[in-house]
C-alpha cells in the first residue's frame, strides 16, 4: 500500500496572491473592524493605546508570514476580533490579543511592553509567552507551556482567554499546516484547550474545537457525519417544526417573552455518541436539541423556566432519570438551565434545554458574561468561578511537579465533569466524576484525608476507594493511627489528594531515610571515604536513583545492596567508581546495518526515504493504509500508531517534539495482526458462515476466534492477519452482509501498557 491515505488528507488551498498595496488595506481594514466592534466599550485614551499596539506588533511582526503567505498581524488581529465579538473581552484584552505573540518572535521585550502599556498587560502577555529554549530530554516542552499558562490562570483568567481565542484561529486556518504539525496541533487542542473552553463556560468555542480538531484527526468520519448530516437537514428542520408547534402556542398563550428553535449537536458530539454506544449515525436520537430562551426579570428566572417545563411536559411525556436541574445547582463554570428529554412525535426522544438570555449568555460566553453579571450581585455572594480559583490556587502551591503529571491531574481535577454530594449535615461538595470518598475525605480537610479508614454512604458503610454518584450523602470514619500508602494514589482523582497523599509519603520517607543515610555514613566510614557531596553523587549515578532521599532510603529498604562499596576504589577520602563492562547496543538509524527485510520494505520515516527498524504499537495494530505517526520512545525506540489510536491524542499533545512524519511503502507479501468484533443473531450456522467468509472466500488466516453467546445474540471477537486497510474493509463489508450480522468494528487488540 503506498502513502496516498496521507497524502489525501493535505489540502489543495488556493494561492495568496495580494500586492504589499493591497496587503496593507486588508490590515487597515480588519483593524477598523476590530475598532467598530470595540466601540461600546471604548473610554477616553483608550484609541490611542489601541492604535500604538496595532502599530507596535505591525511593525515587530512586518517580515513575517504565515504559513498561507499572509502577512502575520493578520493573526493577532484576528485573535483579538475573537477576544472581542465571541468572548466579550474589552480593551485591555484587546491590547495583549494584539501583543500576544511579540515577546516570544520578535525584538520587543517585556520591559518594552510594561513600559508602554504597563505592569498588568506585561503580566498577562508573559502568561502567554511559551517558555523557550531546551527542556530536559524527558521533559515535554508542550506540558511545561501548559503548565506555564494554567499558573497564570488563578491571578488574571484573561490569559486563558486569550490563548483560547489564539487556539481558536490557529485552528481555524490549520489547513496550511503539514500534517504531522495538524495531527500535533489537533491532539493537544481535544487533550487541553476544548475542555479548558468547557470549564470557562464558552460552549460554542469548545464545540468548534472539538469539531475541528477532529476534522483533521479523524477526517473520514468528520466527513461522513457532516455528510449524513447535510442530508437529513430538510427533514430534522420538517421535525423540529412539528415539535415546536404545540409548545409555542401554550407560550404564546401564557403570554411568555420567548425564543424557541432547534440547534444541531456538533459532529464531535455525535460521533461520541456514536463511539459509546456502538451505533449507527441513523441510530442517533439526539442530533439536535430544542431550545427556549426566556426574557425573564432575575427575581422571576426560576419559577417562569419551571413553568415552560410543566408546559413541555403536558404535552409530551418526559424521561423521569433524564431530567438536568442546573437552576437548583449551576455547574462550577456558571452554567445554569433545565434539560428534560421528552417522548416527542413519531415515537423520537428529544432534548429539550430551557434557559433565560442571561443564562444564555453565560452558557456562550461563559466566564468574561459571568464577571459582567456578577457586578451587580451582592458580594457577599461567593460564586462558583471564584470556589474554583481557591481551589486551584490550593493545588498550585503543591511541590512542583513533573508538566505532564500536573496537566493529567489539572485534567482530572479541574476540567473533569462534576457531580454534587452532601456532608452529613447537608452542605454541598462538587467534585469531578469519578471521585471516591477519600477524594471526598480530602475536600473537607487534610488531617480528615490522612486518617479516613472508610465512609458512611446513606448510612451504608463502604471502603475509601468507593466511587460517588451524584447525590450522596458521605459520612467520613477516621482513624489516629491510620497512615497514608502508595496505593492510596491509585483511589483518588482529585489533585488536592494526589498531593497530600505524596507530602505524607515523602515525609514517611524521609524518616525512613534517616536509617538509610546512617547506614550508608557508618560503610563508607568502614573502607575509608567521606560522606561528601561528591561521593554521594557518585553514589546516585551508580545506582541509577535520583535523589539523596531515594537512593538513602533504598538503602534502608535494603534496595540496594551496600556489599558491592568493596569493589570500589578509595583515593583519599574519595571512591572511584568500578569502571562498567562494554554494552553492544544497535543504533536504529545505522544504514549500513542489515536490517530484515520484513521491516525495511514497510515504513518510510521523515522527509527522506529513510527505512528503519520499528515496532507496531500493541495498543492500535496499525495495518497499512491506516493514517500513521512515529514516536520516538525512550527505551523501545521508533513505534508506530495509528492516528486514531486510543493513545495517540496524549502522546501528541504532550510529546509532539518526539512525532516523526511516517508512511506506507509498498509491500503485499507481509500480514498484519488487526482484531473485529462481530454482534449478531445467534443462529445455526452462523459462526460457519463466518469463517466461510473469512477463510474460504478471501482466504485470510485467522489467528484466533472467541464467541459468547447469550439470550439469542452472540458477540465474538476475531484476530486476523490481513495485507492492508482495503483487505480489511472488504472482510468487514462481507461480514456485515451475512443475514443476522448487526454490526462489525474493528478493534484495539492490546492495551498499551
Known amino acids: ?238 421535525y423540529i417544526n412539528e415539535f415546536i408547534r404545540p409548545i409555542k402556542e401554550k407560550l404564546v398563550a401564557a403570554e411568555f417573552d420567548f425564543e424557541i428553535y432547534g440547534r444541531p449537536k456538533s459532529i464531535h458530539s455525535i460521533w461520541n455518541k456514536i463511539k459509546k454506544k456502538s451505533v449507527a449515525f441513523e441510530e442517533v436520537y439526539d442530533l439536535f436539541a430544542i431550545r427556549v430562551i426566556l426574557n425573564a426579570p432575575p427575581e422571576k428566572e426560576k419559577e417562569q423556566c419551571w413553568k415552560v417545563y410543566s408546559m413541555i411536559t403536558d404535552e409530551y411525556n418526559p424521561s423521569p432519570e433524564r431530567l438536568r436541574d442546573w437552576l437548583s445547582n449551576p455547574k462550577s463554570n456558571g452554567y445554569e438551565a433545565l434539560h428534560t428529554t421528552v417522548m416527542g ?78 456532608t452529613p449535615k447537608g452542605e454541598v461538595k462538587m467534585l469531578p466524576t469519578g471521585s471516591t470518598a477519600l477524594d471526598f475525605a480530602f475536600a473537607i480537610h487534610s488531617a480528615i484525608g490522612t486518617k479516613c479508614i472508610g465512609a458512611k454512604v446513606h448510612h451504608k458503610l463502604v471502603p475509601i476507594g468507593h466511587k460517588l454518584r451524584s447525590g450522596d450523602q458521605i459520612e467520613i470514619i477516621t482513624s489516629n493511627k491510620q497512615k497514608p500508602s502508595e496505593d492510596w494514589l491509585n483511589m483518588v482523582v482529585t489533585a488536592k489528594a494526589k498531593n497530600k497523599i ?49 537512593l538513602n532510603y533504598k538503602i534502608a529498604t535494603k534496595a540496594i545492596d551496600l556489599r558491592e562499596l568493596k569493589d570500589f576504589q578509595v583515593l583519599g577520602d574519595k571512591i572511584e567508581i568500578p569502571k562498567p563492562k562494554p554494552v553492544i547496543t544497535e543504533v536504529f538509524s545505522d544504514p549500513n546495518k542489515s536490517i530484515p527485510k520484513k521491516d525495511s520494505e514497510l515504513i518510510i520515516f521523515g522527509e527522506s526515504s529513510d527505512k528503519i527498524m520499528y515496532t507496531l504499537a500493541k495498543c492500535c495494530n496499525p495495518i497499512p493504509g491506516d493514517d500513521v505517526f512515529g514516536f520516538v520512545s525512550t527505551g523501545k525506540g521508533l513505534i508506530i500508531h495509528r492516528t486514531s489510536c486510543p493513545n495517540a491524542t496524549q502522546l501528541l499533545a504532550n510529546y509532539g517534539h518526539r512525532v516523526v512524519k511516517t508512511k506506507w511503502a509498498k509491500n503485499k507479501e507481509i500480514s498484519f495482526l488487526t482484531g473485529l468484533k462481530i454482534v449478531g443473531l445467534d443462529d445455526v450456522g452462523v459462526i460457519n458462515k463466518i469463517t466461510n467468509v473469512i477463510s474460504g472466500d478471501l482466504r485470510i488466516n485467522i489467528s484466533g476466534l472467541s464467541i459468547d453467546s447469550r439470550e439469542g445474540l452472540f458477540e465474538g471477537t476475531i484476530k486476523v492477519f490481513v495485507h492492508d ?19 462489525v468494528d474493528r478493534f484495539d487488540t492490546e492495551k498499551e501498557g
Not at 486497510?725 to 454490526?743: C, F
Open 1 to 238: 500500500m503506498d502513502s496516498a491515505p496521507i497524502q489525501s488528507i493535505e489540502p489543495s488551498l488556493a494561492k495568496y496572491t495580494l500586492n504589499e498595496e493591497q496587503e496593507k488595506k486588508e490590515i487597515i481594514r480588519h483593524y477598523r473592524a476590530l475598532l467598530k466592534a470595540l466601540r461600546p466599550k471604548l473610554k477616553k485614551g483608550d484609541k490611542e493605546l489601541l492604535r500604538t499596539a496595532f502599530e507596535m506588533a505591525a511593525n515587530a511582526h512586518k517580515t513575517m508570514r504565515r504559513k498561507s503567505g499572509e502577512p502575520y498581524i493578520l493573526h493577532p488581529i484576528a485573535v483579538a476580533m475573537i477576544c472581542v465579538e465571541e468572548i466579550g473581552l474589552g480593551v485591555r484584552s484587546t491590547i495583549c490579543a494584539l501583543m500576544h505573540d511579540t515577546v516570544e518572535d520578535t525584538d520587543i521585550s517585556l520591559e518594552d511592553v510594561e513600559m508602554e502599556f504597563g505592569t498588568e498587560i506585561a503580566k498577562i502577555v508573559d502568561g502567554l509567552t511559551k517558555i523557550s529554549g531546551v527542556i530536559d530530554t524527558n521533559t515535554s516542552q508542550q506540558a511545561e507551556n501548559f503548565k506555564k499558562i494554567l499558573l497564570t490562570l488563578t491571578d488574571d483568567p484573561r490569559v486563558i482567554l486569550i490563548k483560547l481565542a489564539d487556539r481558536l484561529h490557529n485552528m481555524r486556518t490549520l489547513d496550511h499546516m503539514k500534517r504531522e504539525k495538524q495531527l500535533k496541533i489537533a491532539s493537544e487542542t481535544v487533550w487541553v484547550y476544548a475542555p479548558l473552553a468547557h470549564r470557562m463556560g464558552l460552549y460554542s468555542i469548545k464545540t468548534e474545537l472539538e469539531d475541528l480538531s477532529m476534522k483533521y484527526m479523524e477526517p473520514e468520519a468528520y466527513k461522513d457525519i457532516a455528510k449524513k448530516l447535510s442530508e437529513t437537514k430538510r427533514e430534522r428542520t420538517r
Open 345 to 422: 412525535p413519531q415515537g423520537k426522544w428529544v432534548e429539550v434545554q430551557i434557559r433565560t438570555k442571561r443564562m444564555n449568555e453565560i452558557a456562550e460566553k461563559g466566564l468574561a458574561a459571568h464577571f459582567k453579571y456578577k457586578e451587580g450581585k451582592d458580594g457577599n455572594d461567593e460564586d462558583r468561578f471564584d470556589k474554583w480559583f481557591g481551589q486551584i490556587r490550593e493545588v498550585l502551591g503543591a511541590p512542583d511537579t513533573d508538566g505532564v503529571d500536573f496537566l493529567q491531574d489539572f485534567k482530572t481535577s479541574f476540567l473533569a465533569e462534576e457531580i454534587y454530594v452532601y
Open 502 to 550: 505524596k507530602d505524607s509519603l515523602r515525609e514517611e520517607k524521609r524518616k525512613i531515610a534517616e536509617d538509610g543515610k546512617y547506614v550508608l555514613q557508618r560503610r563508607l566510614e568502614s573502607i575509608g571515604a567521606a560522606y561528601s557531596q561528591y561521593n554521594i553523587e557518585e553514589l546516585m549515578q551508580f545506582y541509577k536513583v535520583n535523589s539523596s532521599l531515594d
Open 725 to 743: 486497510k482495503e483487505e480489511l474493509e472488504e472482510l468487514v463489508n462481507r461480514l456485515k452482509s451475512l443475514n443476522g450480522i448487526q454490526t
